[in-house]
């Protein structure tokens, strides 16, 4: 899965990420926070990123080209019981085709993410075989580039929310967790988010090969 995930503030793509979205109209809007930005705003953002933040993200524009949009993470679902349901942050790349909440996501509004590495807690057994969280992970390509995380985006009363995919996790990883986000390398970004991809070949792209250490 995918439930955090980290930003470096100093990083200038970031930087000029988090200019952008300054320029939107959206941004004020969200009730959800952006990562260290400071009162303001003066384009500068990034930390560690949280369920609900609003951060920038990579989607196509009204004329079907790449543009950045601040959105928040997480579909918000609908009240139970009176009470209100975190939101969900994650869809399985797997069935996501199929299910009626994300398949009008797969097939027209794709998204992609922008990180430095992402946030994993490791996960075991204990000896009466109840499952344990344990060590926290920062992970990363292997190449050491960035990170970009696939994900689905939908629009909330006109507010635009994502939601990161994951898959089965790629090699050592599974000793860590079994499910790990899609990692898209950089040169697959573009037809990722083209209203007219096709998301089922491009997955066959993704980055597999990362770095773990302990954060």
């Known amino acids: 899965m995918c439930g955090r995930f980290y930003v470096e503030p100093e990083d200038e793509y970031f930087r000029e990420l988090g200019k952008r979205i300054e320029s939107s109209p959206l941004l004020e809007r969200f009730g959800g926070s952006v990562p260290g930005r400071p009162e303001g705003g ?8 949280f369920p609900e933040n609003v951060v920038p993200v990579l989607a196509p524009n009204r004329g079907g080209e ?7 993470w997480g579909f918000a679902l609908p009240a139970s019981g009176g009470k209100r349901r975190p939101r969900l942050i994650n869809a399985r790349s797997e069935t996501a085709a ?19 590495a992402y946030f994993e807690w490791e996960h075991f057994q204990d000896a009466s075989g109840r499952t344990r969280t344990g060590r926290k992970f920062r992970i990363r390509p ?6 970009y995380l696939a994900g689905l985006y939908r629009m909330e009363n006109g507010l635009p929310a994502f939601v ?15 499910r790990m986000p ?12 083209a209203p007219g991809g096709k998301p089922e070949e491009l997955l066959r792209a993704a980055v ?6 302990e954060a």
Do not use: Y
């Open 42 to 49: 003066n384009g500068s953002w990034g930390g560690e990123v």
């Open 66 to 72: 790449q543009s950045v949009f601040p959105m928040q």
């Open 98 to 116: 199929e299910k009626p909440l994300f398949r009008p996501s797969w097939e027209q509004r794709r998204c992609v993410i922008p990180a430095t």
């Open 142 to 147: 292997r190449d050491g580039g960035r990170t």
């Open 164 to 178: 990161v995919l994951t898959r089965a996790p790629a090699g050592d990883l599974a000793r860590i967790h079994d």
């Open 182 to 193: 899609v990692l898209l390398p950089e040169s697959a970004i573009g037809d990722w988010v």
């Open 208 to 213: 597999t090969e990362t770095e773990q250490a």
